[in-house]
């Protein structure tokens, strides 16, 4: 079974500063990753994706995630936060062998502070 | 604007009613997705449809059924409905069979709330 994990609810930033959430996953193979981002009252938006290749991704309103497959990890960061990058991150995972289903983290809260 | 569109934004019903929410793909795209997201389950998959077909299936529950239509569009049934089926209800969709790779875009959701 495939399982992602955001361990933290809300991430606190300045304005200004670097930003990371995180995200670790489990895949019985390969895993492919996706982070969507969640604004009030929308759907999801796709941010990036790791299928394969090189491990730092580069996705969209600037924000890159890196995959680590010894740590199952794929942290998603910004090198300087923006207020209006407050919003609801999601991770999501897919096993290959399993096409269809992505399975997502409960999500984490970001807000950018002034 | 994913271009996934959704009807209706807004659903208030009763206990034990039936209703069915509706998706659009955008154009081109030959997948459907169907994802519950609530505050204790978080964002949940339930059904995915390929032109036509059922694909792949998960967390839904016996009570709820879809289907996708000749034209793609897509259709979620809801019924003998429960308190704790109140939720927003996202259909996304995707070019494909929905290969792993294959990036999902989300419509804007339907809000279900159940008195």
């Known amino acids: 079974a495939q399982s992602v994990a955001q361990p933290e609810d809300q991430v606190n930033v300045a304005e200004g500063n670097p930003l990371t959430v995180k995200c670790t996953y489990s895949v019985s193979g390969n895993p492919y990753l996706f982070w969507y981002v969640q604004y009030p009252n929308r759907g999801l938006q796709f941010l990036l994706k790791?299928?394969?290749?090189?491990?730092l991704v580069k996705g969209s309103y600037g924000f890159e995630a890196e995959f680590n497959k010894s740590q199952t990890s794929f942290h998603l960061k910004k090198p300087s936060a923006l207020v209006s990058d407050s919003a609801l991150y999601f991770c999501?995972?897919?096993?290959?062998?399993?096409?269809?289903?992505?399975?997502f983290g409960d999500g984490t809260t970001l807000t950018v502070k002034p | 604007d994913s271009g996934v569109t959704q009807t209706p934004k807004h659903l208030i019903t009763a206990t034990g009613q039936r209703v069915t929410l509706r998706c659009s793909p955008r154009s081109g795209d030959l997948s459907v997705y169907w994802y519950q997201q609530s505050l204790d389950q978080g964002l949940q998959f339930l059904i995915q449809y390929y032109n036509g077909e059922e694909r792949a299936k998960g967390n839904i529950l016996e009570r709820f059924s879809a289907q996708q239509f000749p034209d793609l569009h897509s259709e979620l049934n809801l019924s003998s409905l429960e308190l704790g089926d109140s939720a927003l209800y996202f259909c996304a969709s995707s070019v494909g069979g929905g290969s792993s790779q294959e990036t999902q875009y989300f419509g804007p959701g339907t809000r279900l709330l159940v008195l």
């Open positions: 999501a995972v897919r096993d290959p062998s399993n096409a269809g289903k992505s399975t």
């Open positions: 790791y299928i394969t290749g090189d491990n």
